[in-house]
Every structure is written in C-alpha cells, then in structure tokens.
C-alpha cells in the first residue's frame, strides 16, 4: 500500500524559508507522480506543483510559481517543496499526494487534485508577520 510522510513544516517570520519533506514508499509500478498541495483554513485546496517519477517532468500551479519549488532526491523515495520568501498567507496544512498511475503530470498538464489516490496527513506551516 503506498503511503506517504510529510515532514519539516513549522513557523518561520514573513521573508524566511523552509523546506518540507515527503518520504513515499509501497509504489508497485513506476508510473506515478508526487503532488505538494496547500489548504488554508475556510479555503478550496490548492494545487502547488507536481513532479513525474517517469521523466521528472515538472508542473507547477499557476500562483506560486517562482518563490516555491519542487524536488526530488530518489534514491531517498523523498520528494521536497523549497519555500522561500514565504508570507503570512501561505500559511496552511501541506499535504503531499500520488498520482498512480501518472496520467498529468508527465504530460505537463495542470494539476487536479480529484487525480491523485493517496495523501499524506499534512504538515503545518505558520507564517508570522
């Protein structure tokens, strides 16, 4: 069964950084993608960006592009999220996700939420002013 950890969130000042992890492991198939998502509280979650395990191809949702970025260490299984500049309105619960198979990402689709099977439980990060 594929399962999925977040880790690193926390609080940082307005203007910091912070990276934030998602170990995977129980993957049968090497057709899936990793997905980092954001869901503020009384908001719609939020695609950020998504990173292919076939081709490492790259998605990025339209609003965050430039100041977060998406990695992957495979030989880890983990698939980090960069953050910089970060303002009091990232503040959210960040979630990773799979996409079995990778049916988007790959194809440098835009990022839909209702494709991806398995989530993490969250990691929160605070961002005071």
């Known amino acids: 069964e594929v399962h999925l950890v977040e880790s690193g969130g926390g609080s940082v000042q307005a203007g910091g950084s912070l990276r934030i992890s998602c170990t995977a492991s129980?993957?049968?198939?090497?057709?899936?993608?990793i997905g980092w998502f954001r869901q503020a509280p009384g908001k719609e979650r939020e695609p950020i960006a998504c990173?292919?395990?076939?081709?490492?191809?790259?998605v990025y949702g339209d609003s965050l592009k430039g100041r977060f970025t998406i990695s992957s260490d495979d030989a880890e299984d983990t698939v980090y999220l960069q953050m910089n500049n970060l303002k009091p309105e990232d503040t959210a619960v960040y979630y990773c996700?799979?996409?079995?198979?990778?049916?988007?990402?790959?194809?440098?689709?835009?990022?839909?939420?209702?494709?991806?099977?398995?989530w993490g439980q969250g990691t929160q990060v605070t961002v005071s002013s």
């Open positions: 129980g993957f049968t198939s090497e057709d899936y993608a």
């Open positions: 996700a799979a996409e079995m198979p990778d049916e988007d990402c790959f194809r440098g689709r835009a990022i839909d939420s209702d494709e991806y099977d398995y």
């Open positions: 990173i292919s395990n076939l081709d490492s191809n790259i």
